[in-house]
Structures are given as C-alpha cells and as structure tokens.
C-alpha cells in the first residue's frame, strides 16, 4: 500500500492525558497536512508542513497541540492533557509541490477522549 | 464570511439513475474545487478535481461542472450503484492560501436504494 498511512486508527484516552498520532505520507510528497473532522461536518485545517518546514497553523490548533515532521518525511501530531472537545477523528494528507495539486488523504485516527 | 456549503445534507436515488451533487461557494477568489468521498469510518477518496480555468471535467461515471457566475459547481454521478453511497464533500483552496490548504463544506450523504 503506497497510500498515506495513518497510526493508530483508533485511540481512547482519558482526559488529561497526552496522545501521540503518527502519519506516513506518500513517499514523493513534500507536503503534509493535518485536519480535524467532527461527526457530520467537513474536515477542518490544522497545519501544513513543506518538507520539515512547518508553514501554517489554523487558530484551531491551541497550544495544547503540536506537530513535527523532523526529517520531512512522516510526521506526529501530539495533544497534551486531552479535553473530551479534542475527540474527533485526525486525518493527514499529502500532495506534491505547486499550485493546484489534489491531496491523498489517510483513513484517520479516531480519537475518544472519557 | 467565506463559506463553501452544500445545498442539501442527503439524497437519496434508485440504483441505475444518475445524482446530481452540490456544491455552493462564496469566495470568487477560489480556483480549484476538488470533490472527496467519505465512507463511514475511512478518510475522503479523491474522486475529480477542476481548475477555475475550466467549465466542466469528466472523470469516469462522474462529471464535473463549475460555474463562476453564479458561484456553484456539482457533482453528476452517472448509473449510480450502491457502492457509491457514501457522504460526498466539495473543498476548494485558492492561490493565495499557503500550501494550496482545502477548506471543505458540510458533505451531502448520498444513499443508493437497489
């Protein structure tokens, strides 16, 4: 499978607690990108990363949240003490450099936090 | 504010017709809309993509039209199967947004009756 690969798929943790997702872009792709999605709506921006350079952060991302992508390659979003408004499902994406160019998206980590 | 939504949350059609899928969007500065499937449980699946240069493109069984005037574009499925039930997202990104990041409207729930 040459796809975005996201881990883990699903993830139940309790308030307060910190969580660490991972995301493997699709080899050739030098950009990166984080969403949120929420039941019955769209996915919503997080952050980008071009190679290891993180670009954009939505003012969805508090600073409760972090991402990195140290080597330009896969990336890790981390949520320190998760509120139950942080359970949502976290999609990665990727696409290639240049205007116009259409994201792969990875199945997503669903995370639950009681 | 900038918006890009869906005219209807479901639709529901018998296998073997064609859907028809919309999408309304409010910033006449956006220059590419992409359409995404969601299934249950899994991240969006790319599915076309059009570049504000163009009128319409067609991909195979689907179909899709843009039109700048009136600032809306759709989604037309051909033979519709049940394969195809699933919630369908329109997203657009522009130019001057850094990273070509999308930003995505409500989603339609598309259900195929056999």
């Known amino acids: 499978d040459t796809g975005v690969s996201q881990d883990p798929r699903h993830k139940i943790t309790k308030r307060g607690q910190n969580v660490t997702f991972r995301c493997d872009p699709i080899s050739e792709h030098n950009r990166l990108y984080w969403y949120r999605q929420t039941l019955g709506q769209g996915p919503e921006f997080l952050t980008y990363?071009?190679?290891?350079?993180?670009?954009?952060k939505s003012r969805l991302l508090s600073d409760r949240f972090s991402a990195e992508r140290p080597k330009g390659s896969f990336s890790t979003l981390e949520i320190q003490r998760t509120e139950q408004g942080d359970s949502a499902m976290y999609l990665c994406?990727?696409?290639?450099?240049?205007?116009?160019?259409?994201?792969?998206f990875g199945q997503g980590t669903r995370l639950t936090v009681v | 504010g900038e918006s890009v939504g869906l005219h209807l949350p479901t639709l529901s059609v018998q296998e073997g017709d064609n859907s028809i899928i919309n999408c309304a969007y409010s910033n006449s500065a956006s220059d590419y809309f992409i359409w995404y499937k969601q299934e249950s449980g899994k991240g969006p699946q790319f599915i076309i993509d059009i570049r504000s240069n163009m009128d319409k493109r067609q991909g195979q069984r689907v179909t899709v039209l843009l039109n700048k005037t009136v600032k809306h574009l759709s989604l037309q499925i051909a033979a519709t199967q049940p394969g195809d039930s699933a919630v369908y997202f329109c997203?657009?990104?522009?130019?001057?947004?850094?990273?070509?990041?999308?930003?995505f409207g409500e989603g339609t729930q598309l259900t195929v009756n056999p």
């Open positions: 997203a657009e990104s522009r130019k001057e947004t850094s990273g070509s990041r999308l930003t």
């Open positions: 994406a990727s696409s290639s450099t240049g205007e116009n160019t259409e994201a792969f």
């Open positions: 990363f071009q190679n290891e350079a993180q670009l954009e």
